[in-house]
């Protein structure tokens, strides 16, 4: 019964490659987010969907491609990973504008 | 823009002593506040906010927060902190007129010792 979840917890890949992450919410929000948390524990948001319309497209590179088949899943698909991708992905929802985000337990990318 | 302050990298507390975490904002307008806690190896969760109403807010585990306009701070506090408490603790601000990006502050991690 897990609110937020993604898969992989882990991804080890190589540099070059083209990996995903998926994440899903049971909890029947509208809105879905992607952040990135660096090495010092930094959060940056890099996109953001409601009713599976991106509305927030923060300065990602565009190997980073988010999409959404619907409301209760948004999947981050990277292509020719670098060195400096390695961090922890995190996916989050939230009802709507004024509400709370529900954070997933988060992907950690190492790119070697 | 929109930004947040978190002034501390560290806080270190003995159990049953209280607890402070500051937070300064940046915000044109009015500001929509939150608090997140994250663990090891977990996803941020979230413990209080911000909206209108009541500037003293309360929240899960026992804590709350003091919104003070004047100072742009919302500090979060808990009078008598508990070793579990120990975990990285970060503030979050929105603008009201921007719906839906959060900016958060670089994080306090909180040691709370026996």
């Known amino acids: 019964d897990t609110a937020v979840s993604q898969t992989p917890k882990y991804l080890v890949t190589q540099m070059g490659n083209d990996k995903s992450i998926k994440c899903e919410q049971n909890?029947?929000?509208?809105?879905m987010y992607w952040y990135k948390q660096d090495s010092k524990k930094f959060l940056k948001i890099m996109f953001s969907?409601?009713?599976?319309?991106?509305?927030i497209n923060e300065t990602v590179p565009n190997r980073f491609s988010p999409k959404s088949p619907d409301k209760a899943h948004l999947n981050l698909h990277i292509n020719s990973l670098e060195l400096g991708d390695s961090a922890v992905y995190f996916c989050?929802?939230?009802?709507?504008?004024?509400?709370?985000?529900?954070f997933g337990p988060g992907t950690r990318l190492t790119v070697l | 823009a929109q930004s947040v302050a978190q002034p501390e990298d560290q806080v270190n507390v003995a159990e049953g002593n209280p607890l402070t975490v500051k937070c300064t904002y940046s915000?044109?307008?009015?500001?929509?506040l939150f608090w997140y806690v994250q663990y090891p190896n977990r996803g941020l969760q979230f413990l209080l906010k911000?909206?209108?109403?009541?500037?003293l807010v309360k929240g899960s585990y026992g804590f709350e927060a003091e919104f003070n306009k004047s100072q742009t701070s919302f500090h979060l506090k808990k009078p008598s902190a508990l070793v579990s408490d120990s975990a990285l603790y970060f503030c979050?601000?929105?603008?009201?007129?921007?719906?839906?990006?959060?900016?958060f502050g670089a994080g306090t991690t909180v040691t709370v010792r026996a």
């Open positions: 979050a601000v929105r603008a009201r007129y921007n719906d839906y990006k959060l900016s």
């Open positions: 989050a929802s939230s009802q709507d504008r004024q509400s709370e985000q529900f």
């Open positions: 915000v044109s307008g009015n500001p929509y």
């Open positions: 909890l029947g929000h509208d809105t």
């Open positions: 969907y409601n009713n599976k319309e991106l509305i």
């Open positions: 911000y909206i209108t109403g009541d500037n």
